[in-house]
């Protein structure tokens, strides 16, 4: 079965530091990958999906971005982090052919 | 463009109760509707919907789906605070993409 790593659990950085969260997949192929945030008590908010190696679709401009290197690793990044930065992230995944998603732990990022 | 609806925004009631949550989809080549509970991490995976008019039943939450009118309902029986969560509806397309609804958060009061 699939699973998905993504660390770390939380964060705690500066203002103007850079960011980066790996996730990485196991147990599957060529999945659709995620990155979603999400502010407290509120939903998923897409930020980056990936169909495969290199191709990224960003569906909110901002000040992050996101790379696919290999098949089963999706990072997200940012050059300087913005107090608006902080929140929830979630990596998820859609494997073909399984008809659901599954998600990362989940990392609690907190810009100060 | 899919998309996906649900409502109410947000909803308290009381131990005991029973609530139904909303969620209404658009989308172009159907291929699940899923359900997810998410407290204070990870979305934790409730039901998948694929035909219409067949109940999904775990406990005291069960979940229906409509393809002609385009949506399905969480029920939820005999509220308890542990029930308290957000509960997010998603659809997964036949290019095997996600979308998510806006989610209903549910507070139960003792």
């Known amino acids: 079965s699939q699973t998905i790593h993504q660390w770390p659990a939380t964060l705690v950085q500066p203002v103007g530091s850079p960011l980066s969260l790996e996730c990485t997949v196991e147990g599957t192929s060529n999945p659709n990958l995620y990155w979603y945030r999400q502010a407290a008590g509120r939903g998923l908010q897409l930020l980056f999906y990936s169909v495969g190696i290199g191709q990224i679709s960003s569906e909110v401009p901002q000040n992050l971005s996101a790379s696919r290197p290999q098949d089963r690793q999706f990072i997200l990044s940012s050059k300087k982090l913005l107090l608006s930065d902080s929140g929830f992230y979630l990596c998820?995944?859609?494997?073909?052919?399984?008809?659901?998603?599954?998600f990362g732990q989940g990392t609690r990022l907190t810009v100060v | 463009e899919d998309k996906v609806v649900q409502s109410p925004l947000s909803l308290v009631v009381h131990e005991g109760d029973t609530v139904t949550l909303n969620c209404s989809y658009e989308?172009?080549?159907?291929?699940?509707l899923l359900w997810y509970k998410q407290e204070k991490k990870a979305p934790t995976f409730l039901f998948m919907l694929?035909?219409?008019?067949i109940e999904k039943k775990s406990g005291r939450l069960s979940s229906i789906l409509d393809k002609k009118e385009l949506f399905s309902i969480l029920n939820i029986t005999a509220t308890q605070t542990g029930d308290s969560a957000i509960y997010l509806c998603a659809i997964n397309n036949a290019g095997n993409m996600l979308t998510f609804g806006g989610g209903t958060r549910l507070m139960v009061k003792p």
């Open positions: 989308v172009t080549n159907f291929r699940s």
């Open positions: 694929t035909s219409s008019g």
């Open positions: 998820a995944s859609t494997p073909w052919p399984q008809r659901k998603a599954f």
